[in-house]
């Protein structure tokens, strides 16, 4: 008898795996950030990257963000990832749902967050965890009960080959 194999990806993995290739679709040429939103019994309902609305060409609008004016900032126009995930679904509600994401979420993107009744947000990495938008956002998601953890790194390497 042929016993399963037992070197398979957690669910963690998985989701936060599919979070990170979302997050190579962004144009941004300095951070490139994914979301994945998942459902209470590990089905797939979203997924998102940072990048500029329907409409508004990558060619046309800024990607700098060191410009003294804020009007040839990106940050004006891009869309974050989490934003993204949670417009890109189409189902109904993501009440009780889990969040994968790769950078932790700015208090814009916590109050969609909350707003859409996620539940659980996993996040990869937190570099700006000492900003105040972060603050912000830990504080509504602590105040709205909405759980968060950082992702559990493995070290383990998949190699995917396109």
């Not at 399963?4 to 990170?20: L, P």
């Not at 509504?140 to 493995?154: E, K, L, P, S």
Request: one cysteine or more.
């Amino acid at each position: 008898m042929t016993v399963k194999r037992n070197d398979y990806i957690s669910w963690d993995e998985y989701f936060m795996g599919v979070a990170m290739l979302s997050g190579q679709r962004s144009k941004d040429p300095s951070t490139q950030v994914g979301a994945c939103i998942v459902s209470a019994d590990n089905k797939i309902l979203s997924m998102g990257y940072n990048g500029f609305p329907k409409g508004c060409s990558d060619d046309e609008f800024p990607w700098g963000k060191g410009e003294d004016d804020p009007y040839d900032n990106k940050y004006f126009y891009t869309t974050h990832s989490e934003l993204n995930a949670i417009l890109n679904y189409r189902g109904g509600s993501l009440e009780g749902s889990k969040l994968y994401v790769t950078l932790f979420p700015c208090n814009e993107c916590a109050k969609a967050i909350i707003q859409a009744g996620i539940k659980t947000v996993v996040y990869f990495d937190d570099k700006y965890a000492d900003t105040s938008a972060v603050k912000a956002s830990k504080r509504m998601m602590d105040a709205a009960g909405v759980r968060y953890y950082q992702h559990n790194r493995t070290g383990r390497t998949i190699t995917i080959e396109l």
